[in-house]
């Protein structure tokens, strides 16, 4: 059986996750993994290297940029609030003519 304290030390870790998840910080961290995979994935001959991820309020998602060795700086959105696994904008699909597939 689960004693009482045990079910307040549960309960104190369910509202800390919830609170750390609705306020953007362990979505900011999913987005961040999420982006870095995608990046290793698709493009590991572009070298990049990650900066940063930021929430945009206007486009309700996540974009994380990443510079390459000449110095340009590489956007990618990353789509929903608080899930950001899926890209929604790939930089190199518009300049390379990829598709989003």
Request: proline share 5%.
């Amino acid at each position: 059986m689960i004693t009482d304290t045990k079910k307040l030390v549960i309960i104190y870790i369910i509202i800390l996750i919830l609170i750390l998840w609705i306020s953007g910080i362990i979505p900011k961290q999913i987005g961040k993994i999420a982006a870095i995979n995608y990046v290793k994935k698709n493009y590991p001959d572009k070298d990049l290297m990650f900066l940063n991820i930021d929430y945009s309020p206007i486009h309700e998602s996540y974009f994380a940029s990443f510079k390459a060795l000449d110095g340009r700086v590489y956007n990618f959105e990353l789509y929903t609030k608080y899930l950001p696994v899926t890209v929604w904008f790939d930089p190199f699909s518009l300049i390379e003519g990829q598709s989003l597939s």
